[in-house]
């Protein structure tokens, strides 16, 4: 059967990566995580100094930027990619809060996307991909066959993230987080370069009520949709 391209976006933290992930698993493709790039490009500008406080040396990212190098490689033992930074595996510590709390201006910079960006359509370039983030269905790949844009009250995919970060060991209150996903939904709508928004074509998922598997069949339904007509 023809490969497609699917690009999943949406608001920050309401199942984008799960629901990718799930479906590329069973249907063969290559999934890739668009925001683990960001986040990676966050942690080495935090480890090497280009943050003072919360100001960014943007001059010393700029010169560093062909030097940070992001691949994914799948963990045997949870049969998921992992994120590698330069060689090392990062995985843990770009889902941090920390990290969290930095990535939404280190993201709004256009140098920083155009090299992602730059990245991510070579990943795609034979088709056969689900990626998510936040802006594939509009800049990354625009002739994307499947588009979904995923949503669910800030509330909701605060809970969601806290009981995550909790399950892993990592402390953070839930107050926190819920300012964290509000403010990066805020930073990330109102950039100059390719804001979060729904691309005209894409599918509306709110999936405020919905649980991991409805969500799973719901975006199983809209592939087998638009491979077979
Ligand atoms: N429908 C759902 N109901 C409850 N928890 C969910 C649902 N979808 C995803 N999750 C959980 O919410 C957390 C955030 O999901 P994730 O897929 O990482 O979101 P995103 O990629 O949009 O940031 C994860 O711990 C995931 O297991
Ligand atoms: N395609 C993308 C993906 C992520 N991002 C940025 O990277 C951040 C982290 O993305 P993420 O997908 O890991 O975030 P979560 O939804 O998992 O919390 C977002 O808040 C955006 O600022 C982006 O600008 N463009």
């Known amino acids: 059967m023809k490969k497609i391209t699917i ?41 090497n ?4 406080g919360n100001q960014i040396d943007t001059e010393r990212l700029q010169k560093e930027i062909d030097n940070i190098h992001i691949s994914f490689q ?19 510590k ?6 969290s709390s930095r990535v939404s201006p280190i993201a709004a910079l256009g140098f920083v996307r155009e090299a ?7 990943m795609g370039n034979s088709k056969g991909i689900v990626m998510d983030g936040r802006d594939i269905g509009t800049t990354v790949f ?33 107050d926190e987080i819920l300012e964290n996903v509000k403010q990066r939904d805020y930073i990330d709508q109102n950039r100059e370069v390719s804001p979060l928004r ?13 649980t991991i598997p409805q969500q799973k069949e719901w975006l199983q339904e809209q592939f087998n949709k638009t491979v077979k007509g």
């Open 198 to 210: 729904k691309a005209d074509d894409a599918l509306l998922l709110d999936n405020t009520n919905m």
């Open 74 to 92: 799948l963990n045997q033992a949870t049969g998921r990619p992992d994120t590698y930074l330069n060689g090392v595996n990062v995985e843990d």
């Open 116 to 122: 992602m960006v730059a990245q991510q359509q070579a």
């Open 94 to 99: 770009i889902r941090s809060i920390v990290v």
């Open 142 to 174: 625009p002739d994307a066959e499947l588009k979904i844009f995923v949503t669910a009250t800030p509330e909701i995919r605060a809970q969601r993230r806290y009981d995550e970060l909790k399950a892993k060991g990592q402390e953070a209150s839930f």
């Open 7 to 47: 690009a999943i976006d949406g608001f920050s933290s309401c199942g984008k990566s799960t629901m990718a992930k799930d479906l590329a698993r069973e249907i063969g493709y290559i999934y890739i995580d668009s925001g683990a790039m960001y986040r990676a490009v966050t942690l080495y500008s935090i480890e």
């Open 49 to 52: 100094g280009i943050f003072q």
